[in-house]
């Protein structure tokens, strides 16, 4: 989901936009896009863990699964890069500099995992990553998530919460929920889903608050909305309708256009 959230840093009307609400001098564009990315990145590392274990049944057991995505992960990502090692319901997964789905690229670091078949026999990942790189940004996560599926169609259901540095360098963490839903046979994917942070000062605490719903298939563009709270109250939403351009507005009763990375 890295490229579904913009650069919003390429609108430098945008960031002074934000700006002129003071309260949120710490805040900014640049720190909205990189809490978006990461937890897309995020999203994305789960999606392609969890899509390695083919179709589950309700005879599926928790170590069969568990083998059944470390015998299948290595093929998602270009070659030799990425390591995936089954102990009982336990995966261990090594990347080394690797590219795989999703637009993931310099993915460096362990993941672990342990996974388990629910009451409805559904299968559900618990997954740990420290110092995980992904696209430029360095991430700590903890993650539960639940599979579920409809023929082609594949949902994962996440709550997580995690720390890191975005791929600008802004410090970042989130504790929150998504949905993400794919079909394997198609290059489409949709990531919906809120998450917040909470900032404690000498006199208040203060929130941040993220919220997006958005669809992209292959390189297209995507189509959706995104709308983040700032620190001093302001927000913004941008929408995008599927071309090059995305527009966007503020509470500040400002407007513009964000020109997008992608192919209408």
């Known amino acids: 989901m890295k490229k579904l959230v913009v650069l919003l840093l390429s609108s430098s009307s945008l960031v002074a936009c934000m700006r002129k609400d003071t309260s949120d001098s710490p805040d900014s564009a640049a720190a909205a896009a990189d809490s978006q990315e990461a937890v897309g990145d995020e999203a994305d590392i789960m999606t392609a863990s969890v899509d390695a274990s083919g179709t589950v049944t309700a005879s599926v057991d928790a170590a069969s699964a568990a083998s059944t995505i470390a015998a299948n992960l290595a093929a998602k990502w270009t070659g030799a890069c990425a390591v995936a090692t089954a102990s009982g319901a336990n995966v261990t997964v090594t990347y080394n500099d690797c590219t795989g789905p999703y637009g993931l690229v310099h993915v460096t670091g362990e993941l672990d995992l342990t996974i388990s078949i629910n009451a409805q026999g559904a299968l559900a990942v618990h997954a740990t990553a420290n110092d995980l790189e992904v696209n430029a940004a360095t991430l700590d996560f903890t993650a539960d998530g639940t599979l579920s599926e409809s023929g082609t169609m594949k949902t994962l259901s996440v709550t997580a919460n995690g720390t890191g540095t975005g791929p600008r360098g802004n410090a970042i963490d989130h504790n929150g929920a998504y949905t993400v839903t794919w079909d394997p046979t198609s290059a489409c994917r949709s ?25 992209r298939c292959g390189a297209a563009c995507p189509t959706g909305t995104m709308a983040h709270k700032f620190l001093g109250g302001s927000t913004l939403s941008v929408t995008f309708d599927g071309t090059a351009t995305a527009a966007w507005s503020s509470s500040l009763n400002l407007s513009g256009t964000i020109a997008l990375d992608c192919t209408p």
Do not use: F, H, K, Q
């Open 191 to 215: 990531i919906s889903g809120s998450w917040s942070t909470d900032l404690t000062s000498p006199v208040a605490t203060a929130e941040r608050a993220n919220t997006v719903d958005l669809m």
